[in-house]
């Protein structure tokens, strides 16, 4: 049976529409182009998960001089993000840090880098971990201060649907909505309400992405379903235009 679900906040996770790089700005060393004429290099993103790398590479090879182990190839380490998820901490910053500034708002203290790392895979030294608990920090400051959505059909029924997709035994909907908790309302009601403000960001930015990268959404609540995280309320980076195909399919 599906019940209603305690939902879980995020703010990463790509997957879903993603805008084109204009035929007049296909840099190929241009990961993202921002509204307000600012890039995302792709040496920014590489420089972040190359950090990650060259730290876990070292740790292991320090492991096998210390166990005495003979040099030997060894396929390569496992980064546990890829840089398509840089890019998304580095997007999702600078549309929260917009509403934060427009708000009159600072970054919350916490969760910290130290929790982050604590409850994931990550080193509190990356700065992947520290773009990452920032995404965190500036969601819990927002949340509170923007007006919460009417909980409509139109928005609650594509959370039951994503949250019962291959469940055959899914409980009813009109029942999945009678069920949730006065916590879960409140969750996707802040959420839906800080979309609604992103989206209107995100309009007016016109961000355009690299297709390498993939495709890229501000993901504000998910819940866990299975073995991973199922986005709920979600916001694609791209604006208005998110749903075209992009202007140039290939920058390489």
Known sequence: MLHARRLASTVVVAALAVGGLSACRAEPDVAAYLGDGKTITEQRVEGVYDEARD??????????????????????????????????ALLTIDVLEKAAAAKGVQAAAEPTVEQVAQGSSYSPNWEYTKLYTRTFQLRAALLPKVTPAELTDADLRPVYDRLSAGAPDATPYEQFKSQLSDANKKALQQSLGLRNELAKILADDDVKLNPRYGDQQLVLLSAQAGTGD???VAVPFGGADASRAPFVTDVS
Do not use: H, I, Y
């Not at 070292?58 to 546990?80: F, I, K, L, N, T």
């Open 230 to 232: 199922v986005p709920l």
């Open 55 to 88: 730290e876990l590479s070292s740790a292991r090879e320090q492991q096998q001089q210390q166990a005495g182990a003979s040099p030997q190839a060894v396929p390569p380490v496992q980064v546990p993000f890829k840089q398509k998820d840089v890019l998304n």
